[in-house]
């Protein structure tokens, strides 16, 4: 009995031991998502280390680490370059040293210790607006122009002109960066290089880290990107002259490449190991353990938390990316307070102190040819990996969540088409008896999520899917197939890449603007893909008008391949034009801010011109109404050649209704329709006047600029308004757009030439009231009756 007992306590024991012992995470999702996007073809080969509660907890490498010239598996050693990683891993914490030191304050002036700095007006420039990417400058040095060494950098940073006032909008820029590394050099007096190795590498113990890598780091460095022709000068030990250069052991960012491979903003080389040695200690450090990280915990706790202006809305440590468009590395999981940040190469880190964890992800995307888009799975990897380890509520069991809003992965029309391997299309062939010649009409904005042209998809990828399908025809138009003609005439071409005839729809003439019925009868299908902006006046919508106009008597079947509003798709705005005032500049009576898609739209005109046109619309997967650009996770092209960010998009069905009066709308400046002036303003006044009208969601700050050729006022000196939206969810900005006007017809009256504004705002009622001087508010009101009706006409064209 006693032998019996003892047996029994003694399972007892076992059981209770192995039921209480903690679960063993699951990380096999990492490896699915990985290899998923390997066999996409988005990245070679990839480091992944997850740390949590003091110790690594999974460490993995995947794929290849070259494929070109020679294959090399991918080992967990692999030294990546990091890329944007070097921002905050070295020179923001060289910054925060001197800060710690009492050598600097972060809110004095750059000026006060790089006095050349003070040029073109950046005397105002503080050390937190350049940290924290507030500063107005613009995202990188020009490269178009020849330059090479340090000291040609500098120069260039020091004279650059700010796009907009510091401290009132967020825009990612790597001149802030090259300009702190200087900083860090002035106030230090050693090389950028040797401080970061002094100072940070080696009191942390990091083995493998350094700018510069010497040649027996090269056989364990990932390549990234093929150099060619003359951007292959410059590569030390590779290549001395003009030809193809694999990069490998020489940074891939091509201003730092000019600047020698030291800077501010890029340079760092590193390996998986070293870079979760570096977390852990930051980690340490902020919990008040025993860490060699070199800041000290309060110092530290200022850097990784939010930092930026008062009023930003983009949420930046001192070098660290908390909430903004650039932190979809966090993935939905971890929270906001958490931070990181992301390389261009394929490299990101992410730290949560909350749950003792970190995240990296070390891969070489742009290897061979260019970046293919990982921007979701570094999400998608931060979200396996807090599930795995049951954080936050969640489990391995828990369904994908969607990714944030910065990533949220939306597909386009391109992407659909190429995702169903061109089902549509071989349906289409097989109505036109095995064979579809193709047409597209097409320019810049036109590419897949990997950088692709849909020009060559359909080109090349599209006919060994689809058997009898041709490419034979593109059509541009305006701004040509480029995007970068801003003039009338645009004449016929030829593409370098297919040799396939480029028929520009935007000559001097009215019919030179319209698809010619015999084009058409040569083709049995034209595809459309461009980027609209959701603004009655943008001529994409004229164009594709034209089109389905034309398809209606030729019998050719249009495909529209669609993409987002990216000024939401919700908001529904301003005046509907004058029935039969259609033009160029006005496809037909609708809002000059119409919230379609330009697939909505085509199906809009087709309904509503009674056309029956044979259309088809290749919807998007995963963008949903209400989603600005910046939430879908797409990559930025400029739409046409003065429309360079979201925010002038935004501004521009206001601003853009009044540019063909005499005023500037900023074009020949690098912030168009961000701000408005000619030489005859006052600023100051009429700032003061648009202030106290307290329109929601904007601010108005007096400003000066001075255009360039070829535009309105080029070369003077013009007075005005920079437009600072504090709210876009609220902002009206065609009332927008007839507030400025009334305001420069009460101010200026004799100057103004209000009348020529009918150009574009197309509606008689609203310039007769503008002219006899009636408030804004009521003649925004007395348009309301016509938003409502037109909003009940789209809902039959609405997809999403």
Known sequence: MRRCLSLALLLLSVSFCWASAPRRPDFSAIGQIVDHAIAEHR???????????????????????????????????TIFDMASLTKPLMTATAVMQLYQQGKIGLDE?????????????????????????????????????????????????????????????????????????????????LPLDVYAMRHIIEPLGLKHTRFLPPVSWIPNIAPTQWEHGEAAYGVPGLKSGPGDVMLRGVVHDPTSRRMGGVAGHAGLFSCADDIAIYAQNLLDRLAGRPSKFPLSRRV??????????????????????????????RGTIFPIGSFGHTGFTGTSLWI??????????????????????????????????ARALGLYGSSPA????????????VETGIDVLEADHFRELAALARRHGGK?????????TGVDSAGRRTIDVLFHDAPQAVPGLALTTLFSPEHGISGSYDRPGVPNSTDAATGLPVISLYGSTDAARHPSLDTLRQLDAVAIDLQDVGVRYYTYDAVTRYFLEAAAKTGTEMIVLDRPDPIDGTQVQGPVSDPGSESYVNSMPIPVRHGLTLGELARYDNRQLDLHAPLMVIAMRGWHRGEWYDATGLMWVNPSPNLHDLEQTTL????????????????????????????????????????A??????????????????????????????????????????????????ALHRLYPDQFHLDKMHTLLDNRAVLAAITTGQDPRQIAAAWHAGLVHFEQQRQSALLY
């Open 300 to 329: 530290l706790k200022m850097m990784t938390s939010p930092e930026q202006p008062a009023g930003g809305k983009a949420l930046r440590g001192f070098g660290w990316d908390i909430d903004s468009p650039y932190s979809s590395n």
């Open 109 to 189: 002036p750059v000026a006060k210790y790089l006095p050349a700095f003070a040029a073109n007006g950046k005397g105002d420039i503080t050390i937190r607006d350049l940290l924290t990417h507030y500063s107005g400058l613009p995202p990188d040095l020009p490269l178009a122009t020849p330059w090479d060494g340090k000291g040609a950098a500098l120069r260039l940073a020091f004279n650059c002109v700010p796009v907009r006032p510091p401290g009132v909008r967020f825009q990612y820029s790597d001149v802030n960066f090259i300009v702190l590394g200087a900083l860090v050099e002035k106030i230090s007096g």
């Open 352 to 385: 949560d102190p909350k749950s003792d964890t970190y995240v990296i992800i070390l891969s070489n995307a742009v290897h061979p040819n260019g970046p293919k888009g990982i921007t979701r799975m570094r999400g998608t990897i931060a979200d396996a990996a």
């Open 436 to 444: 579809l010649r193709l047409g597209l009409l097409t320019n810049q």
């Open 693 to 742: 009208r307290r329109l929601p969601g904007i601010r108005f700050v007096p400003t000066t600029f001075t255009p360039e050729k070829p535009y309105p006022y080029a070369g003077e000196l013009c007075q005005g308004l920079y437009l600072l939206v504090t709210d876009r969810n609220i902002l009206n900005t065609p009332e927008l757009g007839v507030e400025i006007a009334s």
């Open 43 to 77: 990245l070679p080969g990839a480091v992944v280390i997850v740390g949590h509660d003091e110790h690594v907890v999974f460490r993995h490498a995947y794929g290849m680490r070259s494929l070109e010239p020679t294959r090399e598996q991918m080992t967990v050693n």
């Open 398 to 409: 828990d369904p994908p969540a969607d990714p944030p809003a910065t990533a949220h992965g």
């Open 652 to 691: 521009y069905p206001g601003i853009g209704l009044i540019e063909s009066t005499n005023i500037s709308v900023g074009r020949g400046t690098d912030t168009p329709f961000e701000v408005v002036g000619a030489p005859w303003i006052d600023a100051r006044a009429l700032a003061a006047y648009m202030s």
